[in-house]
């Protein structure tokens, strides 16, 4: 099994990245104004330009510390380069290896676009990653993208990989007390009804 099989970091160096909208994710704007902002210490799994990052930072402020992590430094290069919104940072770095004093220390984390990155061999990885960041009723606020199959991105030719409710259940359900679900009302032009929002707890 190879742990990171696409180049992440040539995608970002050869400016070929068609999943970055420029804006952070609907479906985590539209909760953050109309559910609750996330406090504490946030950490956000290849973020990419960090557009998420901003989102979260702006919205918790000073109560709010994100940590952006990506394998690509140059996607960690260019995130670093937006005006800073809050008290949000940017890391290098591969969720599969979490840097020890990072390990158990966060309140919540946001899943975003890249669980459907990594290898699907990688997913139960994935979920253990997850849980050893959070403290002990940390939770996962994600939304997935259950099917982001079209003429371009058939099945099996991924990433993006999909996935079904019920092997997240499965999969999470390991690790974590899924406390809520919903199909979120806002997502990306083309994405509308193909993702699924969860709030997962740390068991
Ligand atoms: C499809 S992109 C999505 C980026 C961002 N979430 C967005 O929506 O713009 C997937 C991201 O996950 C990162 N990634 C893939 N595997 C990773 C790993 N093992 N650890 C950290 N980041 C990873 C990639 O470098 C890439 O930036």
Not at 1 to 24: I, V
Not at 84 to 99: H, I, S, T, W
Not at 154 to 159: A, I, L, N
Not at 176 to 187: A, N
Request: with cysteine; proline share 6%.
């Amino acid at each position: 099994m190879k742990k990171n099989p696409t180049d992440w970091e040539q995608h970002y160096q050869n400016k070929d990245t068609p999943w970055d909208k420029g804006l952070a994710a609907p479906a985590l704007t539209a909760f953050l104004k109309a559910k609750q902002i996330l406090y504490g210490r946030i950490l956000v799994p290849g973020c990419g330009l960090g557009h998420d990052v901003r989102e979260l930072s702006a919205a918790g402020g000073k109560d709010t510390e994100v940590i952006g992590l990506d394998l690509s430094p140059t996607a960690m290069e260019q995130a670093n380069a937006f005006t800073k919104v809050g008290r949000e940072q940017f890391v290098a770095g591969d969720y599969f290896d979490l840097p020890e004093k990072l390990l158990g220390s966060f309140d919540w984390i946001w899943e975003h676009t890249c669980f459907c990155a990594i290898d699907q061999d990688m997913r139960e990885e994935y979920v253990k990653a997850s849980a050893s960041a959070l403290k002990t009723g940390g939770k996962l606020l994600a939304v997935f993208y259950l099917n982001p199959y079209d003429e371009e991105h058939p099945p099996g030719e991924g990433p993006p990989h999909g996935c079904t409710r019920e092997e997240l259940e499965e999969r999470f359900g390991l690790y974590f007390k899924i406390t809520e679900h919903w199909q979120p009302d806002k997502s990306y032009p083309g994405r509308e009804g193909k993702e699924l929002m969860m709030i997962l707890q740390k068991k």
